[in-house]
């Protein structure tokens, strides 16, 4: 008797393969070897979005108590145009 899988469980075995995939195409490891290595993948990257979500709710929450958020946002702007326009113009910065 074969049975359904359930949505949930169908979208992360989906996710797991393409996480696999990406890494594969991002490394230079064998498929088999990112497929060994899957647990520690899957780890990795929850790890990381929990503290991409995490620092970015501490950044959310103290940009809406300062008391300059336009100087902020100017400055965080400011920051991105330089490296934009640092990078189009093809400097480059020296590597400690």
């Not at 103290?62 to 326009?85: K, Q, W, Y």
Request: net charge positive; glycine share 8%; proline share 3%.
């Amino acid at each position: 008797m074969v049975a359904l899988v359930s949505a949930r469980v169908a979208a992360a075995s989906l996710a797991v393969g393409v996480l696999v995939l990406l890494v594969v195409w991002l490394t230079d490891l064998s498929f088999e070897r990112a497929a060994l290595l899957a647990p520690v993948l899957v780890v990795g990257v929850a790890a990381a979005a929990g503290l991409l979500v995490l620092w970015g709710r501490v950044g959310w929450a103290h940009f809406r108590e300062s008391r300059h958020p336009r100087l902020i946002v100017g400055a965080a702007a400011a920051i991105v145009v330089v490296g934009l326009v640092l990078t189009l113009f093809g400097v480059k910065l020296p590597r400690e």
